[in-house]
């Protein structure tokens, strides 16, 4: 969490209505200035988290909230050495009650990492991957994931990079999740379309799909002007820290559904989109 004080009270409550309880919940205050640490306080007395601090070390395009995410993973894991699963949890996601019951038993085996679908108005995403907000990953998966930058792109090439280790990623699309705010906009909408572009680049996509995904974005706030922001961040952004390999194995798996989407548009906006 980053100055996250208006959305800890929902979190607290989307976690204490979890049909699934038997987990461990590791907060990280990233350097909060907003009163994050109070708020928190307030809305979890009984203290259901388990609170750990750490510097802000360059925000979200800097990677904070990954050095973030995996602060608190080592953390866990060194206080207790028999977690099966480890799951980044953003504090403006909401899940639906069942959410943990439908996800956990789906991140074992040959899958790796697995999670559900946004459910918020608007913001409906691809449903061959897992959003970052929620990601789940079994104990295996996540010490593959450990080898990438711990930078934005990172829960893009998490996927990636699992499936060259014979590690799959399943979405559950009956398990849903809401954001208090719009994927991304945690800075504002404008910067979160300009992070998405500079993703986009360092993580290899390939350019015509980045141009179908720009436009997708034409029809979402702030219209024209965060297409352009995502266009600039595309091209602004140069290589990036990931393995060229990796790169060209998501460019890969982009061309081949772009082949589905054109052999049979119906049958990938069910597989796609369909909620």
């Given at each position: 969490?980053?100055?996250?004080?208006?959305?800890v009270d929902g979190l607290v409550q989307t976690l204490?209505?979890?049909?699934?309880?038997?987990?461990?919940?590791?907060?990280?205050?990233?350097?909060?200035?907003?009163?994050?640490?109070?708020?928190?306080?307030?809305?979890?007395?009984?203290?259901?988290?388990?609170?750990?601090?750490?510097?802000?070390?360059?925000?979200?395009?800097?990677?904070?909230?990954?050095?973030?995410?995996?602060?608190?993973?080592?953390?866990?894991?060194?206080?207790?050495?028999?977690?099966?699963?480890?799951?980044?949890?953003?504090?403006?996601?909401?899940?639906?009650?069942?959410?943990?019951?439908?996800?956990?038993?789906?991140?074992?085996?040959?899958?790796?990492?697995?999670?559900?679908?946004?459910?918020?108005?608007?913001?409906?995403?691809?449903?061959?991957?897992?959003?970052?907000?929620?990601?789940?990953?079994?104990?295996?998966?996540?010490?593959?994931?450990?080898?990438?930058?711990?930078?934005?792109?990172?829960?893009?090439?998490?996927?990636?990079?699992?499936?060259?280790?014979?590690?799959?990623?399943?979405?559950?699309?009956?398990?849903?999740?809401?954001?208090?705010?719009?994927?991304?906009?945690?800075?504002?909408?404008?910067?979160?379309?300009?992070?998405?572009?500079?993703?986009?680049?360092?993580?290899?996509?390939?350019?015509?799909?980045?141009?179908?995904?720009?436009?997708?974005?034409?029809?979402?706030?702030?219209?024209?002007?965060?297409?352009?922001?995502?266009?600039?961040?595309?091209?602004?952004?140069?290589?990036?820290?990931?393995?060229?390999?990796?790169?060209?194995?998501?460019?890969?798996?982009?061309?081949g559904k772009l082949i589905d989407a054109v052999r049979?548009?119906?049958?990938?906006?069910?597989?796609?989109?369909?909620?």
């Open positions: 969490m980053h100055n996250e004080a208006a959305n204490r209505g979890q049909d699934f309880q038997d987990f461990v919940w590791w907060i990280v205050d990233d350097g909060s200035t907003d009163g994050t640490a109070m708020a928190l306080q307030a809305a979890d007395p009984a203290g259901l988290g388990r609170v750990i601090t750490k510097a802000n070390d360059g925000g979200l395009i800097g990677g904070s909230a990954y050095t973030s995410w995996r602060h608190g993973v080592r953390a866990a894991l060194a206080d207790r050495d028999d977690y099966t699963h480890v799951m980044k949890l953003d504090a403006d996601v909401r899940l639906a009650p069942d959410y943990l019951a439908r996800i956990v038993p789906l991140a074992s085996a040959d899958v790796g990492i697995a999670g559900g679908v946004i459910a918020s108005a608007g913001m409906a995403e691809q449903k061959f991957h897992v959003p970052g907000p929620v990601k789940l990953f079994t104990r295996e998966a996540y010490h593959v994931a450990e080898a990438l930058p711990a930078a934005i792109g990172n829960d893009v090439m998490d996927e990636v990079i699992v499936a060259e280790h014979g590690l799959g990623t399943a979405v559950d699309d009956a398990a849903r999740f809401e954001l208090a705010r719009p994927i991304g906009a945690s800075e504002g909408r404008v910067h979160g379309r300009f992070r998405n572009g500079r993703v986009c680049r360092w993580t290899g996509y390939d350019p015509f799909y980045f141009l179908l995904h720009a436009a997708r974005y034409v029809g979402r706030k702030p219209y024209l002007v965060g297409t352009l922001a995502m266009i600039w961040g595309y091209l602004r952004a140069g290589a990036g820290p990931y393995p060229v390999t990796l790169k060209r194995r998501h460019a890969k798996m982009q061309r049979n548009p119906l049958k990938f906006w069910r597989q796609a989109y369909a909620r």
